[in-house]
């Protein structure tokens, strides 16, 4: 029996019948290939099901963060279009004063006092009183740099509410005593807001703190038509809750060096 040897260690009988080994011979920049070529067997090797993974997990990824940036954007669509209609839409009850509320004191010159106090600088007003002091009065306590208006009003004794109704708040009290400064001022009304109110407040949007004149009307409320200019008084108060019968605002001063006027306001009910 005849052995063949191998001339080289890639060179046996097992490659030969089942490989076509190719030549390269190298030319300059260019490559020449002899012989046939080489005929892999198909089976998918480690390296291939590496690869493939790879890529369709990778196009599977590139999928998956398109559709949550599209589902992300249908989110915010819609948070957008329900804050809308929810601004748009009237509340369903009352409007209530959160921590932080917008206070106006506003008059015609020759008139009575309106006290107003706002959640928001755009809300309707949570509580809007007249006061018995003359607009000319009040200007002059504010000149003294400190003034203290304390509001009172008598607990009456009601029949116990319903479970569908719920107690009066305080800031729905309808009728008040003033007291500017620890003197009796007479005594203070709760009222509705109307038109006139609106263009007072619509002037004074923009306002969070300062002090102004705005042109008179002749549109009724705010004691009626010729009274003068309307004068008016804006800022921030910091709203403190005693209890169900106790509240107090504190005008917020951003500069207390600047030595302007304090305010504060009590309401009670006794």
């Known amino acids: 029996m005849k052995t063949i040897l191998a001339r080289t260690p890639h060179e046996t009988s097992f490659s030969r019948r089942h490989f076509h080994w190719r030549k390269k011979t190298l030319v300059g920049d260019e490559a020449e290939v002899e012989g046939d070529p080489i005929e892999l067997p198909k089976t998918t090797t480690y390296e291939q099901k590496v690869c493939t993974t790879n890529v369709v997990g990778g196009g599977g990824g590139e999928v998956k963060k398109r559709r949550s ?5 249908i989110k915010l669509k819609w948070a957008l279009a329900s804050a ?3 601004r748009q839409r009237p509340r369903s009850g009352p409007p209530g004063l ?15 006092v309106q006290l107003a106090f706002q959640d928001g600088p755009r809300s309707g007003p949570a509580f809007l009183i007249e006061l018995a002091t003359p607009t000319a009065g009040l200007v002059r306590e ?7 208006v304390a509001l009172e009003c008598d607990r009456r004794a009601r029949p116990r509410p319903s479970e ?26 709760r009222r509705e807001c109307g038109p006139s109110d609106w263009r007072v ?27 003068g200019e309307v004068m008016y008084m804006r800022a921030g108060f910091e709203r403190v ?25 009590y309401l009670l009910r006794v």
């Not at 940036?69 to 954007?73: D, K």
């Open 98 to 112: 959160g921590p932080r509320v917008t206070g106006t004191l506003y008059g015609h010159r020759k008139g009575h």
């Open 241 to 265: 809750v005693g209890s169900k019968d106790s509240e107090a605002f504190y005008m917020i001063n951003p500069d207390p060096k600047s030595g302007g006027p304090e305010l504060s306001i």
């Open 164 to 189: 569908d109704e719920k107690p009066r708040r305080l800031i729905d009290e309808p009728m008040w005593r003033t007291y500017c400064n620890g003197r009796m001022r007479g005594f203070a009304s």
């Open 84 to 86: 809308t209609l929810m």
């Open 69 to 73: 940036s599209a589902v992300a954007v």
């Open 201 to 227: 407040f619509n002037a004074v949007e923009m306002v969070s703190m300062g002090a102004g004149v705005l042109p008179g009307c002749d549109e009724p409320g705010l004691n009626g038509p010729g009274l």
């Open 142 to 148: 504010m000149a003294s740099g400190m003034v203290r």
